[in-house]
């Protein structure tokens, strides 16, 4: 854990929100990363900073409940090298790919933004069929990724279109996964005793992980071993990609953020004033870094 004497400046976090966004989608990563703190006893010591940007200055969800953005898209634009996080939410899927609209645009911003500037980690978040919006930008070629069942062919076929169009590699689809992440980087040390390895959730076909706490977790910073240019190396710059499943896996993908930017316990803390249990979901080989 931190020190908990040492005040630690929250992790910057923006949502993306488009128009008929799924107000879960939304929501339920929110409440994650609002209720984890750096010590429970001290709401002083939020975990994250989260910021909402939208069009407007008011957009409507497709449950028809209407949210107040903090900062137009134009604004997160200029500022986006603040951020360490960015989520994009599900909803209105065919108007955003149809119009190119946001959050397209910032995906793809966001992205260069880590390929051009190695040495900060940041990572990109979808929820449920967000994840569409990766695949249109050309995010996931290489990578792993899943989506929302309902949607898996037409994910499937946005990711394979999105190969050929830019040349790139295949997208390895997961089916059956509350969550995916790609670029992981980890700690040395016996898998055994390393509490980040991730495993599938159903006990069965177990994938193992190399997960660990991103560096811009707070525990031991100064003991790990960080190399920026092979982060730089890695796919999108090192770009940390995370991928989730139907809309509640959104609240799972958000407990495993807050595992590596702060630690487990906070994230299994979070997950018990919640009443939730946290369902694990799958990482994929990562370099050490």
């Not at 929110?30 to 008011?58: G, M, Q, W, Y």
């Not at 989506?147 to 040349?167: G, I, Q, W």
């Not at 590699?169 to 040395?188: C, G, K, P, Q, S």
Request: charged share 25%; glycine share 6%.
């Amino acid at each position: 854990m931190a020190d908990k004497a040492t005040p630690t400046a929250p992790i910057e976090v923006l949502f993306a929100l488009q128009d008929k966004f799924n107000l879960t989608d939304f929501a339920a990563p929110l409440e994650v990363l609002h209720t984890a703190l750096h010590d429970k006893n001290d709401e002083s010591t939020r975990a994250f900073e989260c910021t909402i940007a939208s069009a407007e200055p008011k957009v409507m969800s497709e449950q028809g409940v209407i949210v107040g953005g903090q900062i137009t898209f134009k604004e997160a634009h200029d500022r986006l090298s603040d951020f360490d996080v960015l989520v994009i939410v599900g909803g209105d899927s065919d108007g955003v790919l149809k119009g190119k609209t946001e959050p397209l645009p910032i995906i793809s911003a966001f992205a260069e933004l880590q390929k051009n500037d190695s040495s900060r980690e940041r990572t990109l978040m979808s929820i449920c069929t967000g994840s569409l919006f990766l695949a249109e930008q050309g995010i996931l070629s290489g990578l792993s990724a899943t989506t929302h069942p309902d949607y898996m062919t037409k994910f499937e076929n946005l990711c394979s279109h999105s190969a050929v169009r830019d040349a790139q590699e295949r997208t390895d689809v997961i089916e059956d996964a509350r969550y995916v992440v790609n670029n992981l980087r980890f700690d040395l040390g016996d898998e055994d005793e390393n509490p980040y390895i991730r495993r599938k959730s159903d006990g069965t076909d177990r994938r193992p992980s190399n997960a660990r706490k991103g560096s811009i977790s707070f525990t031991s910073s100064n003991a790990r071993r960080e190399s920026i240019a092979r982060r730089a190396a890695m796919r999108l710059g090192g770009l940390r990609v995370i991928t989730s499943g139907g809309v509640t896996a959104g609240l799972d993908a958000a407990l495993y953020l807050v595992s590596i930017l702060v630690d487990d316990d906070t994230a299994n803390e979070v997950a018990r004033v919640m009443q939730h249990e946290w369902i694990k979901g799958i990482v994929v080989d990562g370099l050490d870094v």
